[in-house]
């Protein structure tokens, strides 16, 4: 039974991998951090080692990220380019080479280099001159990038050397080059680049040449693929590359021992900020190429090699300021407002400080020199204020009383940590309380987004939420921005919204601690709004998933005139607050589900609890006897093999959901 759920992990955690792996290689938007996606990885192999039996020759831990995209041109490594093992603590690196140490008696000496963070490259040379150049694509084929990559000067068109010859290195941008081009995305309203990884990723495959050319790249070189030379160390290796021209790292260091290596990681983690590109790391080689190849390769990276790669950066810079947002609910947040440092990849200025406990913590002063880490390298966040550089005279940051932007005294809830605005008519609340009901997973209005949203509140054409439905477009026409076809536009959507599913909308008025999930659980039991708004504390409480406090909340909220305004005003303009109701344990009794894909709204086991809760059964494989096979991203052979049987319905993930509620 318990297998069961292992090859389910291993199934998800693959599909997983995959698409972040496309999200990274081929749209260079990555959306989760290098540690997080490298822990992903480590538990698929630990699974995978422990479980072979569920190992599967497709799975991404035996192959590298690919970042072909549909449509490119595509060439044929002459040989394979793989990628890189890595470790993130010295116990890892340690038992790298202590598995080397097997092979040899002495202590293998290793080459110390650079991980650019970069993308990575091929270029081929016949008879002395380039002949293309390509992307790393899937290790066996890539990209055909060569007309941009003529426009990095420092690659050499022509060599002194007329072998056939495979040379690899990555390109990158350098970070003030990085920082130029976000300024100005910036100022012409794109959107900047994360970071210097994906800029450079971004433009190495872009169809416009000339944009390429006007951004500084710039490459390093440090291996080469088919090559008819004799080399017999990567020193050499790297001695060859330069002599021909080729740019190589100018820090390379050289590890006779476990403590050299120890020091040349250490020294560069530190150092890395004064460097002017990015590294994520050092590279560890073997240099002993005839010890290279008795090691060999994993399905993946040489064994011979391994990255060691550092932690999130660590920043000082000065706290100037800190401001409080108010958020729909209420809910007091204050944000640090930074000097703006340059972090892994990005020049920060904010930081969120979560709640008043959080300022307590840290013991913050304005003026403060703080320590900043992009979380996952993605959200940065105070970790420490270096207390020893603090005037005497610095004053404490405190949390305010008040409400700063309507005054109305904040509340703590028991036991909580978070302050909140109970003013129902503030007008920061306001906003976002109209972005929450217009957004997606509410009521979905699309072109009410928080800009036009200000400037209807600012002319007073809406001062709430049911306003939505009786705008004055001709009072909208005469504004700034607003053509007669966006106007037609919006007016569609808020028809269209009227009809919105319950649960939705339900979830749309903004509930405290009514999350999506719960509006769908509410909106199910009680099947339309009027029971709901008489239900007693009690009456929520007997529904298994909701607790003290969402139904206090509840209460509270169907209790406040304000609430009960709105959702009047809400049913006269003919919004929906009924669900379709489907008797639930009817649709599913004794039905045989199955998953394959990543799903969204669930985990494997949440979906699994959910189907046999409504009285379905859940089972492993496709057989004559399934009935519905729910299909997630990038779903399995599962599919194929359902789709050949008429018995099996196949279900989206939203079409299960909807036979759910
Ligand atoms: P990954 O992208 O996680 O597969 O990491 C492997 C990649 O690191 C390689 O494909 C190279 O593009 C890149 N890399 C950066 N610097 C180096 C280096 N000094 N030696 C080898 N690979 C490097
Ligand atoms: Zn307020």
């Not at 470790?87 to 340690?94: A, H, K, L, P, R």
Request: glycine share 8%; proline share 4%.
């Amino acid at each position: 039974m318990e297998d069961l759920f292992i090859e389910e992990e291993i199934e998800a955690l693959r599909l997983t991998i995959e698409k972040h792996n496309k999200l990274y290689y081929q749209d260079a938007a990555p959306v989760i951090s290098d540690t997080e996606y490298d822990l992903l990885v480590k538990r698929l192999q630990a699974l995978e080692e422990q479980y072979p039996q569920f190992k599967v020759t497709a799975s991404p831990t035996q192959a590298v990220g690919s970042d072909l995209a549909p449509g490119s041109s595509i060439r044929a490594h002459k040989m394979r380019m793989y990628s890189l093992d890595n470790g993130y603590s010295f116990g890892e690196i340690q038992s790298f080479l202590s598995r080397i140490q097997k092979e040899t008696t002495t202590f293998p000496v290793c080459i110390l280099e650079h991980k650019f963070d970069g993308f990575s490259i091929n270029l081929y040379y016949e008879n002395g001159t380039l002949q293309y150049a390509t992307t790393r694509g899937d290790g066996y084929e890539g990209e055909d990038v060569t007309e941009n990559i003529l426009t990095i000067p420092s690659i050499p068109r022509n060599i002194a050397h007329q072998l056939p010859l495979e040379v690899r290195g990555e390109i990158y941008l350098p970070i003030a080059e990085f920082q130029r081009i976000n300024d100005e995305r910036s100022e012409q309203g794109e959107k900047p680049f994360a970071n210097p990884r994906n800029a450079a990723a971004g433009t190495i495959k872009l169809k416009d040449k000339t944009i390429v050319a006007q951004r500084k790249l710039e490459a390093v070189f440090y291996s080469v693929g088919m090559h008819e030379t004799e080399l017999s160390s990567q020193d050499e290796l790297l001695r060859f590359l330069d002599q021909l021209g080729f740019p190589i790292s100018k820090n390379i260091g050289h590890g006779k021992s476990f403590s050299d290596i120890k020091n040349f990681c250490n020294g560069w983690e530190t150092k890395r900020g004064q460097l002017p590109y990015e590294i994520d790391g050092i590279v560890i080689k073997i240099n002993d190429m005839a010890l290279q190849q008795k090691l060999g390769f994993t399905s993946k990276s040489p064994k011979w090699a391994i990255a060691y790669k550092f932690k999130a950066e660590e920043k000082a810079t000065i706290l100037l300021d800190v401001d409080y947002q108010v958020g729909r609910t209420g809910a007091v947040t204050p944000v640090a407002r930074l000097k703006p440092v340059y972090v892994s990849g990005s020049t920060v200025s904010n930081a969120t400080l979560h709640n008043a406990d959080e300022i307590q913590r840290l013991d913050l002063h304005l003026g403060d020199e703080v320590v900043i880490i992009k979380s996952g390298e993605i959200i940065p966040k105070i970790i420490r204020v270096i207390a020893e550089h603090r005037d005497e005279t610095a004053v404490p940051v405190k949390f305010p009383a008040s409400c700063p932007v309507c005054g109305t005294p904040l509340e703590k809830e028991s036991g909580g940590v978070v302050h909140y605005c109970n003013n129902i008519a503030c007008p920061a609340q306001l906003q976002r309380r109209i972005e929450h009901f217009a957004s997606r997973d509410a009521v979905d209005i699309d072109g009410l987004g928080e800009a036009l949203i200000r400037q209807l509140l600012g002319h007073r054409i809406i001062g709430g939420i049911a306003d939505i439905y009786s705008i004055n477009f001709a009072e909208m026409a005469k504004l700034e921005n607003q053509g007669e076809k966006s106007i037609e536009n919006l007016k569609t959507a808020i028809e269209k919204s009227k009809d919105q599913k319950f649960h939705k909308i339900l979830f749309g008025l903004g509930i405290r601690y009514v999350g999506a999930k719960t509006a769908r659980i509410l909106a199910q039991h009680f099947g339309s709004i009027k029971p709901m708004m008489q239900a007693s504390k009690e009456q929520f409480l007997e529904i298994h998933e909701i607790g003290e406090k969402i139904a206090q909340s509840l209460v509270d909220f169907f209790a406040d005139e304000h609430s009960r305004e709105l959702i009047q005003r809400l049913l006269d303009a003919g919004v929906n607050m009924t669900a379709e109701v489907t008797r639930k344990s009817e649709t599913l009794q004794g039905k045989r589900f199955l998953v394959t894909g990543t799903l969204t709204h669930f985990t494997r086991n949440g979906i699994k609890e959910e189907i046999e809760k409504q009285g379905g059964i859940t089972v492993s494989a496709v057989s004559g006897k399934l009935d519905y096979l729910i299909v997630g991203e990038n779903p399995g052979s599962k599919l194929q093999k359902a789709q050949k049987l008429q018995r099996v319905t196949i279900l989206s993930e939203e079409d299960f959901l909807e036979m759910i509620t």
